[in-house]
Each structure stands twice: as C-alpha cells, then as structure tokens.
C-alpha cells in the first residue's frame, strides 16, 4: 500500500466529514470522481515541499478535473477550502509517516520566499 492509498484509507471518515461540512450540500458529484479528487489532492498535499515538480503537475491535473465539473464560482470556492484543508492533512500525514524513516521517498526541503 503506498502512502497515498494509507492516507486515503486511514483517514476516509475525517475526509468525508469534511467533504459534507465544506461541498456535500451543494456540489453533487459521483464517488468515483469524488475519489479521483481525493487522490489528485493527497499527492498535491504531499508534494508541497517535498517535489515541486509534482506539485506543479498536480495542481494542473486538480484544475483540469474542476474544470470537467462546470462549477458556478460559489462551488468552486468551495472545492478551493476543501482542496486546502485536505492537502494539508496530506501534508502532515506524510511528515509524521516518514519522519525517521531514511528509506521514505517523502523528503522536505526548504522552499525559496519571494
């Protein structure tokens, strides 16, 4: 099991929680796209200062899948919370599942400031 399907599994009752608390009452989407979304989010959330390659690539592929939606600008700052809360869940789930582990592909570096 890779670490975003651990993610994803571990965390499915907080992450549907959130899904109802931010998008559940007006954005109806099928699970399966649902769960695209989940997964395109959790590797963005990883991502974020480990590979900005990837994070870069995830957030096209993220902005691709919303557009596939046809979402109204109410909906889509909504989509935008709940991209924020779950990447960063994502985040912090990588950081503490690799932290000490030397063989982890997650490795944080520090990010330039502008």
């Known amino acids: 099991m890779n670490l975003y399907t651990q993610f994803l599994s571990s965390n499915s009752s907080e992450i549907t929680k959130l899904w109802e608390s931010?998008?559940?009452?007006?954005?109806?989407?099928?699970?399966?796209?649902?769960?695209?979304?989940?997964l395109i989010i959790a590797k963005l959330g990883f991502a974020v200062q480990a590979d900005p390659e990837t994070e870069d690539k995830q957030k096209f592929k993220l902005r691709e899948r919303i557009k596939e939606l046809n979402l109204d600008e109410?909906?889509?700052?909504?989509?935008?919370?709940?991209?924020?809360?779950?990447?960063?869940?994502?985040?912090?789930?990588a950081r503490k599942a690799t932290?000490?582990?030397?063989?982890?592909?997650?490795?944080?570096?520090?990010?330039?400031?502008?």
């Open 99 to 114: 932290h000490g582990n030397p063989n982890a592909t997650y490795t944080p570096f520090n990010r330039p400031t502008y």
């Open 22 to 38: 931010t998008c559940g009452d007006t954005i109806k989407i099928d699970k399966n796209t649902l769960s695209k979304l989940n």
């Open 74 to 93: 109410e909906s889509c700052k909504k989509i935008h919370k709940y991209k924020s809360d779950l990447s960063k869940m994502a985040f912090h789930f």
